[in-house]
């Protein structure tokens, strides 16, 4: 029986209907100039279409329909949003579908880098992954005959993706490497620290890149290191972000796209100006009382009631903030004390959905806690972290470690054997020495309480902390 990949990101990062879908696509093709030399690699975000999908059609327009009888290989790359893994997963499946189609998995790629150290078949990085899929429906509508090596990578070094890439792809194929730039900062620090991005991607200089914002930070200082050793040269085709697009320009996301091609291509592609795309129309200011925490307790006494609560989709609807993708925890206390807190590391869905969700799951499936009943809910207090994109924290053993934190400013994610676990900013509240924080983080893995001082990974992130408003009266 055929393994499929479903779709899990079709009617949120671009629509769930394939003529719809097929024709926001080609729409946003026509939009871009035509590429006379097809790119051997390239790189394009994974934001919803609405967002990144004009970025994304720079970095496919390039791309000539393949033969069926000669299918085009790709190598299509992507960071784990969902579950932290060591290395990377190739998935265990036989194609993946969208709105538009099934795509067959390329075995003979599989099986080539499945052999190999440091690659698992694991299915569960792939299930709800978006920054693969959201490639899917750009290669459908270009090469439309291709098969693809889905690789889903977390923690490694990109030269270490770059080696396995190099026992197993061949001159013909095509390598796509999925990715966003900056996380939710103001439009013009954005645009800063996609400039730092985009010199290093420009000079090919992986050690550069690794100083940079971008969840697909890997896999970018992969094709840099694959570009380096073949010869490859790199070209911006679009630089933008989420303020240029569908979004407000206090908390952008950032998108480029490039192409690589051999040295000896001829081909200049212009720096691309940024091009009015027309937002919706803005929404009215939130009435009082509707802040995120607020939120959540509008859909906890819904729930916990047992009618429905909130809609993610209509939330969305009416809040664009809302519908861009957004990790948060959300923690309950109850006079001080913790009753319940669940949350995610890294985005990957609406923000409506995450909040509401792990509202849901703070309140009824944190398993240190007995569930929380309805009549509970009025002496709790609800707080909401919107987190920043996690960070590698290089650092040459346990006492720069300890140096370089800031207490109260970093939450933590500390990893090892497989294990993971995280405090956020405010735990230095109850843990200010930095020496009992990451001890107490090792035992919260379920790993050594000095772990962190015996080559644990770490990250560091921050957070956007949100009270709920205290009523007048």
């Not at 790359?77 to 990377?88: C, F, M, T």
């Not at 265990?92 to 998995?105: E, I, K, S, W």
């Not at 690794?210 to 010869?231: D, F, K, P, S, W």
Request: hydrophobic content about 40%; some cysteine.
């Amino acid at each position: 029986m055929e393994r499929v990949r479903a779709p899990a990101v079709a009617g949120m990062f671009y629509p769930g209907e394939a003529r719809a879908l097929r024709n926001l696509v080609e729409g946003l093709l026509e939009q871009v100039p035509a590429v006379p030399v097809e790119p051997v690699a390239v790189v394009a975000p994974h934001a919803g279409f609405v967002y990144s999908g004009l970025t994304a059609a720079h970095a496919y327009k390039g791309l000539a329909k393949a033969s069926s009888l000669h299918p085009r290989r790709v190598f299509l790359i992507g960071p784990s949003h969902r579950v932290w893994l060591e290395g990377v997963s190739v998935g265990n499946y036989d194609a993946y579908a969208t709105p538009l189609g099934r795509v067959p998995v390329d075995r003979e790629g599989v099986e080539c880098l499945a052999s190999r150290p440091d690659v698992s078949r694991e299915e569960e990085p792939h299930r709800l992954e978006h920054s693969l899929e959201t490639q899917l429906p750009f290669l459908q509508v270009t090469l439309v005959n291709f098969r693809i090596v889905p690789l889903v990578y977390g923690e490694m070094s990109g030269g270490h993706l770059a080696d396995l890439l190099a026992g197993c792809w061949k001159p013909e194929d095509l390598i796509v490497i999925s990715t966003d730039l900056s996380h939710y900062h103001p439009y013009d620090e954005a645009r800063r620290l996609d400039a730092l991005s985009n010199a290093a991607v420009l000079a090919r200089d992986p050690k550069a890149m690794a100083g940079c914002e971008a969840c697909g930070n890997i896999g970018v200082r992969a094709v840099l290191e694959t570009a380096r050793r073949r010869r490859w040269r790199p070209l911006l085709a679009d630089l933008r972000n989420s303020g240029d697009t569908a979004g407000d320009k206090n908390r952008v996301v950032g998108y480029a796209s490039y192409l690589f091609y051999p040295e000896q291509a001829e081909l200049s592609v212009a720096a691309p100006l940024p091009v009015a795309v027309p937002a919706p129309a803005p929404d009215p200011a939130p009435a009082p009382g509707t802040g995120l925490p607020e939120l959540v307790r509008e859909h906890l006494a819904a729930t916990l009631s047992g009618t429905p609560g909130l809609s993610p989709a209509a939330l969305t609807g009416r809040r664009e903030e809302l519908a861009r993708p957004g990790a948060c925890f959300v923690t309950l206390t109850r006079q001080g004390r913790l009753r319940g807190c669940i949350g995610s590391l890294v985005a990957h869905r609406p923000l409506a959905e995450d909040l509401l969700e792990n509202g849901l799951s703070a309140a009824t499936r944190d398993p240190r806690f007995p569930p929380v009943q309805a009549d509970e809910l009025a002496g709790l207090e609800i707080e909401v972290s919107l987190l920043s994109p996690p960070q590698p924290f290089p650092h040459q053993d346990g006492d720069e470690l300890i140096r370089r934190l800031i207490p109260g400013v970093h939450g933590v994610i500390l990893g090892k054997n497989g294990r993971r676990a995280t405090f956020l900013p405010q735990v230095w509240e109850q843990l200010p020495d930095p020496v009992e924080f990451l001890t107490q983080l090792c035992r919260k893995a379920g790993l050594d309480g000095d772990c962190w001082r015996q080559g644990a990974q770490i990250q560091v992130y921050t957070v956007e902390k949100q009270l709920e408003r205290k009523k007048e009266g």
